[in-house]
């Protein structure tokens, strides 16, 4: 009889702290939606206390999810305890995940606490939550750099308060997997009451080992949680990838011996659905997700495949949700076709309101461009969520001239604050005039970090371009994602939205884990 291990999705918690990934309430409720699908065991929501945004998106998906265990983080204060217990208050099976810092740096320079301040904290935080919720989590933030000895009294006197999982994160990504590994197995021997709390790993990829840390603290460690975010996103190099552990388990039971509840076909499509809302695009060779993660251009490799798959793939593309572009509807479809279609996708929206506009988006696409793919239909959803929600900066029109030898000028239509407005400008090109037109009456004064543009299909030349601009002001960092098979008109949409996240300038709390 195997383990089961349990898949901790923090991707909207701790892949969020990612600069430039926040999202709105409503695209954290639609990932939260599709990581229920893929069967994830606990989902970390957000941190309750950081913002009242981030208070209503885990109230509302604590209130919508009911196969998966909803999570809060928490500092360890009634405070933010309290916060976490009262957005959880709706949820099925809910999880209060709180933390401290428990390295003498962080103790020291971060906290300014004493080591004993810090363990009377730590239980005082645990008894408080305990009283709140019967599912506990506590996090020794940097507990890879703790002292062993006094990091095993902490652990210790929290699970005597009640804890019922210790997570024992690698923050900073400092970890090498067999350190890693024996730290948290000879931290487990040193804790009298070890067998009465669940072990999980949470580490950062900053020397890209994140992967290979979170094995190595489940095989050697004896582990049975990991923390991870879908595609590895992260602050910094990000945190271990959800895609590749469970695969990697799933590949190499005979090595692990162990199961994971994950619906793996839900995977790919839960790759896109993040890359798509946070603009953070999949590397072509990334494991399990990226587009050729199953191409073959040798020669050998293609014969072998072609004579027995396994000669080259220990995966089935399809066991992960690769399937191949499958042409769906055409502009003689109908809405109920449409819907049914969305269906099928596993894309759920909030209302007939918001179907009627993605319908609405889909007929004008398909007036345009002649074969539509699911990864289409995706886009036009994300589209559509976008324009229902309040963005202050929004998208009407666009024409623009460009010619060789001449200076190319744009004319942009956009409306601030519910008023239309007309702006002109020129530029080096098509996309310099346009932002620069919008810019002529905004005067954001932001910084321009990235600005990325990706074919949202392959192999025509009327796909639809996904653009994304990353841009910074006074310290935030938001990105805007537009799409649209006109990439000048996609950059507008996508720069709009950028200028709206900057204008909302909502102010959140950090964590760390």
């Given at each position: ?143 890879y750099r703790s002292e062993p000895d006094f ?24 970890a090498i997997p067999e350190l890693y590994g ?27 080992m994140a992967v290979a840390n979170s094995l ?298």
């Amino acid at each position: 009889m195997t383990d089961k291990l349990i898949i901790f999705d923090t991707t909207l918690r701790d892949g969020e702290q990612s600069p430039g990934a926040s999202m709105t309430r409503e695209e954290k409720v639609r990932i939260a939606r599709q990581l229920e699908r893929l069967r994830v065991d606990v989902i970390e929501a957000g941190f309750a206390a950081a913002s009242n945004g981030d208070f209503e998106a885990v109230r509302t998906i604590a209130n919508q999810i009911k196969d998966s265990t909803v999570c809060s983080l928490a500092r360890a204060n009634d405070r933010d305890i309290s916060r976490a217990a009262e957005a959880l208050a709706g949820a099925a099976r809910s999880r209060i995940h709180t933390f401290i810092a428990t390295s003498p740096l962080h103790m020291e320079k971060k906290l300014r606490m004493t080591p004993e301040e810090v363990l009377e904290q730590a239980r005082l935080s645990v008894r408080f939550a305990r009283n709140l919720c019967a599912d506990i989590e506590f996090s020794a933030e940097d507990g890879y750099r703790s002292e062993p000895d006094f990091l095993a009294r902490v652990v210790e006197a929290v699970i005597a308060e009640g804890a019922t999982t210790i997570n024992i994160p690698d923050t900073v990504g400092y970890a090498i997997p067999e350190l890693y590994g024996n730290f948290i197995k000879h931290l487990r021997e040193r804790v009298p009451n070890s067998d009465k709390a669940i072990w999980s790993v949470h580490c950062h990829n900053d020397l890209g080992m994140a992967v290979a840390n979170s094995l190595a603290g489940v095989k050697i460690g004896g582990a049975r949680q990991v923390e991870c975010t879908i595609n590895g996103l992260g602050e910094r190099a990000g945190n271990c990838s959800l895609e590749e552990v469970v695969m990697a388990v799933r590949t190499r039971r005979d090595y692990f011996g162990l199961e994971v509840g994950i619906d793996t076909t839900q995977i790919v499509p839960a790759s896109r659905l993040v890359s798509q809302t946070t603009g953070f695009v999949v590397q072509p060779n990334k494991a399990v997700v990226g587009a050729n993660a199953f191409a073959h251009a040798s020669g050998i490799h293609q014969d072998g495949v072609l004579k027995a798959r396994d000669t080259y793939e220990i995966m089935r593309a399809e066991d992960v949700g690769w399937a191949a572009n499958k042409l769906v509807l055409g502009k003689l479809s109908g809405r109920n076709a449409f819907k049914q279609r969305l269906q099928e996708l596993g894309v759920e929206l909030a209302s007939e309101a918001d179907l009627n506009a993605a319908f609405a988006r889909f007929k004008d696409l398909a007036d345009r461009k002649s074969e539509i793919f699911d990864e289409d239909i995706i886009a036009l959803v994300g589209d559509s969520s976008r324009a229902a929600e309040p963005d202050f900066y929004r998208f009407v029109s666009l024409s623009q001239h460009s010619e060789t030898g001449e200076r190319p000028r744009a004319r942009v239509v956009l409306t601030m604050g519910g008023q239309e407005t007309v702006v002109e400008s020129e530029g080096n090109g098509p996309v310099d005039a346009t932002l620069k037109a919008i810019e002529s009456k905004v005067q954001s004064g932001a910084e321009m970090v990235l600005y990325s543009v990706n074919a949202i299909t392959s192999g025509s030349t009327e796909s639809q371009g996904e653009v994304t601009f990353r841009l910074q002001l006074g310290g935030r960092i938001v990105n805007g994602v537009g799409s649209d098979p006109d990439i000048v008109v996609a950059s507008a949409k996508a720069y709009l939205s950028a200028l709206s996240k900057l204008h909302a300038g909502v102010e959140r709390v950090a964590a760390q884990g």
